[in-house]
């Protein structure tokens, strides 16, 4: 089993930042990638950004040059520094890891609320 704790949402103006953590605990032995997703209301779940085990980096369009996403290995830890936030931005974030134990498992963390105001 695998519990994926997020944190660091809220309300900000547009302009501004939030960053966005995420820890993995449980029955892991390795963490293969780990990425957070968005969905908006009336809209479908979309990868905002994923980080391998190496270190390589994958970004949806609408958040290239604006977000960062980074992790720490030791802690098994994954973060999302959000700048420049717009309206559009606004949804709830979640976490999603792919992990190594006696199989591969993905877990996704239990959402947390990015609010935008114009």
């Known amino acids: 089993q695998v519990q994926l704790v997020e944190s660091g949402g809220g309300l900000v103006q547009a302009g501004g930042s939030l960053r966005l953590s995420c820890a993995a605990s449980?029955?892991?032995?390795?963490?293969?990638?780990m990425g957070w997703y968005r969905q908006a209301p009336g809209k479908q779940r979309e990868l905002v950004a994923a980080?391998?085990?190496?270190?390589?980096?994958n970004y949806a369009d609408s958040v290239k040059g604006r977000f960062t996403i980074s992790r720490d290995n030791a802690k098994n830890t994954v973060y999302l520094e959000m700048n420049s936030l717009k309206p559009e931005d606004t949804a709830v974030y979640y976490c999603?890891?792919?992990?190594?134990?006696?199989?591969?498992?993905?877990?996704w963390g239990q959402g947390t609320q990015v609010t935008v105001s114009s």
């Open positions: 999603n890891a792919e992990t190594v134990s006696y199989g591969v498992l993905t877990t």
């Open positions: 449980g029955r892991i032995f390795r963490i293969n990638s």
């Open positions: 980080i391998t085990s190496g270190g390589s980096t």
